[in-house]
């Protein structure tokens, strides 16, 4: 069945006519000349047996018949822009790779090691999602998730990739403000009392954890606390306190000197990271390449 609609192109300049109202600002956006844009409106008008604008000397006015036809095409333009939008970007299954991960876990360990994996891998396209809830992952829509234990996905495989440390660490600058004992070279982990503690409200346990390891006594462990580890540890970079935070996300930030662990070396806790996928996509080439590669790394 034929449709009965005019070309795209006399869609395109009668809409964007109808924003500059002129023909010749509309040819100079569409890369047309003026009197193509005219042509095109005097041909819809045709088409539609309906006047859509009056020329007034110079000016171009919107008649009411124009203004209801804008205000109907602009979201079937829209529409139409958007499904060809989402087709370029269309990803082929065969080759996109579609990984969840904790989201500080994700931009402190994940894509420092992604770079390596796309030179070596390019012929997949990588997509990193953020994971919240790891039992409301739709595996119809992720193929690996990276995640703390405990949160296992329900109808997977998993693997091990690590098993977590913890480590006290804190900014060079708040240690300026505070004084050794005068027999002591060096920090000592007992002196963390010292110091203001920073908290994250989801592992409210992690400084008791820390300090029965470190063979301390529990104290008060009063302090400000922060939901996400990303602002935890933008609070210890700031010189807001001592934290307890898992060495993987601690790496970069020791390497580059914004924060110090001077208070002893990490800690082993119970928990641990897993890779884990659907069942049903144990054998897609993408999974397996990824988790091979990134089991062997965590082995090397």
Known sequence: MRRYIPSSTALKCFEASVRHLSFTRAAEELCLTQSAVSRQIRNLEEFLSRDLFIRLNKRLVLTGTGAAYYKEVVPLLDGMENACLRMLHREDEKTTLTISALPTFASHWLVPHL?????????????????????????????????????????????????????????????????????????????VVMFPLLHSSARINAWPDWMVAQGLENGSFAGTSFEHFHMLIEAAKNAMGVAVIPSILAEGSLRAGELVAPFGDAVATPHEYLLSYPADKADLEQVVIFRDWLLAKQTA
């Open 115 to 191: 770079a390596e994996f796309q030179q070596q891998h390019p012929q997949f396209q990588i997509k990193v999602r953020s994971l919240d809830d790891a039992a409301k992952v739709d595996p119809e829509s992720i193929d690996i998730i990276l995640h703390y234990g405990g949160d296992h996905w329900p109808r997977a495989v998993s693997h091990q990739l690590m098993q977590e440390k913890v480590i006290a660490v804190c900014s060079p600058r708040l240690l300026e403000n505070y004084q050794k004992s005068d027999h002591q070279a060096e920090w000592e982990c007992g002196d």
